[in-house]
C-alpha cells in the first residue's frame, strides 16, 4: 500500500510560481512511476507530467511545457512540480499518483487527496 499526500498548493496572481510537493510513504519509492494531474470545475483530469522511476523519463502537458518542471528525490520518497508563470487556466486541483513502473496499465494506482491552485488575473 501507498499513501501520498500533496501540499504546497495556494493562491497566486497571474505570471507568479508555486511549487507542489508529493510525499509518499513505504521504501520502495524508487520502484514508481511518479505523475501530477488536475482537475479544473466542469473538466476532465489531465495529466500534466510524468516522470520515471530513475528521472530520466519525463512527460509534460503541451500546455504546460517550458513553464512546468517535474523532480524527484528518491532519497526522501519525495516528487515535485514547479510551476512558473502561472496562468488562470492552471487553476485546478492537483493530485499526485503513483504506479509500478513496470506497470502495462495506463492508469494510475495510488493517488493523494489533491491540492488547490488558485491563480488570478
Known amino acids: 500500500q501507498v499513501q501520498l499526500v500533496e501540499s504546497g498548493g495556494g493562491r497566486v496572481q497571474a505570471g507568479g510560481s508555486l511549487r507542489l510537493s508529493c510525499a509518499a510513504s513505504g521504501r520502495t519509492f524508487s520502484t514508481y512511476t511518479m505523475g501530477w494531474f488536475r482537475q479544473a470545475p466542469g473538466k476532465e483530469r489531465e495529466s500534466v507530467a510524468a516522470?520515471?522511476?530513475?528521472?530520466?523519463?519525463?512527460y509534460y502537458l503541451d500546455s504546460v511545457k517550458g513553464r512546468f518542471t517535474i523532480s524527484r528525490d528518491n532519497a526522501k520518497n519525495m516528487v515535485y512540480l514547479q510551476m512558473n508563470s502561472l496562468k488562470p487556466e492552471d487553476t485546478a486541483v492537483y493530485y499526485c499518483?503513483?504506479?509500478?513502473?513496470?506497470?502495462?496499465?495506463?492508469?494510475?494506482?495510488?493517488w493523494g487527496q489533491g491540492t488547490q491552485v488558485t491563480v488570478s488575473s
Open positions: 516522470i520515471g522511476r530513475s528521472g530520466g523519463s519525463i
Open positions: 499518483a503513483a504506479k509500478p513502473w513496470w506497470s502495462q496499465k495506463s492508469e494510475y494506482d495510488y
